[in-house]
């Protein structure tokens, strides 16, 4: 297994709170890793570090074996590293296809900052298409995002999302405003589409039950610090994490 993500002793400070404390973290190329803890553990600053939404105070991210400390969320973005379903917004006026053929063309430019051919954009399109079928809105890809219902509307993002082909998606509590049936379907779906295509996901999730079943590696934060690290059971096991994250109760 190789490393796809690798922070080393990243820190975050505000003023005199530590948001994140030297934070070491292993991300392994095709896995499913969660990032869990308390309300104001550091999750969100986390991400934010590494998507390039915050400038960390100390310490260094390394991506795809390159330094990316300090670089815009764009730049980052262009490396393959995806935000939550936000990488690309959904565009109310266009249809499901256009929306999901759009995210493609940004793939198509990732790869190469040349000039497109009016090939590459079939191609982008075929893949659109493709994408659709996946998430299950092949039927509806000529309607406008706008007519879209909630659910469906996720499904799109999911869609676009995985349309720009990002070799590492992290989620910030991807299923938050959904109930427990959709957000366990969501989540198959991404896990699903990850395993196909081959990415890494990352996600903050606070549904312990949902985190312990996809997860591979999970890693607990308690006060900005990594308390920390392992397999679902490893984890439910420790007992650092049962007093700290759950206050002795059993996960
Ligand atoms: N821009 C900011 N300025 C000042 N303090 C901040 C800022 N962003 C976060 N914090 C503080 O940093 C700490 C960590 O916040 P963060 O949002 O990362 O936690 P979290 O684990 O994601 O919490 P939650 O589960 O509630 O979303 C909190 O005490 C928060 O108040």
């Known amino acids: 297994m190789s490393t796809i993500l690798e922070t080393e002793n990243l820190t975050k400070r505000f003023g005199s709170l530590t948001a994140n404390g030297d934070v070491n973290l292993t991300v392994e190329s095709g896995t499913t890793h969660s990032v869990i803890g308390p309300n104001g553990a550091g999750k969100s600053t986390l991400f934010n570090l590494i998507t390039g939404l915050l400038e960390p105070t100390s310490g260094s991210i390394r991506f795809n074996g390159e330094d990316i400390t300090g670089e815009s969320p764009h730049e980052v973005a262009r490396r393959g590293l995806a935000r939550s379903f936000q990488i690309t917004d959904v565009f109310d ?13 940004f793939a198509d430019d990732r790869r190469s900052s040349m000039w497109r051919s009016a090939d590459s954009l079939t191609d982008a399109g075929g893949r659109a298409t493709e994408i659709l079928e996946d998430v299950g809105l092949a039927d509806r890809s000529h309607q406008r995002a706008a007519e879209f219902a909630y659910g469906d509307r996720r499904k799109l993002e999911i869609g676009i999302t995985m349309a720009t082909e990002p070799d590492l998606l992290m989620l910030d509590e991807p299923t938050a405003g959904m109930g427990r049936e959709d957000t366990i379907s969501t989540v198959q779906l991404v896990q699903r589409l990850a395993d196909e295509r081959g990415f890494t996901l990352m996600l903050i999730e606070h549904d312990i039950e949902i985190v312990m079943s996809i997860s591979d590696t999970i890693t607990v934060l308690q006060r900005g610090e990594v308390i920390a690290e392992g397999t679902p ?9 049962q007093r700290a994250y759950l206050g002795g109760a059993q996960l």
């Open 233 to 241: 059971d490893e984890v439910r096991a420790d007992e650092e994490v």
């Open 93 to 105: 006026g266009l249809t499901a296809f256009e929306n999901v053929r759009v995210a493609a063309q």
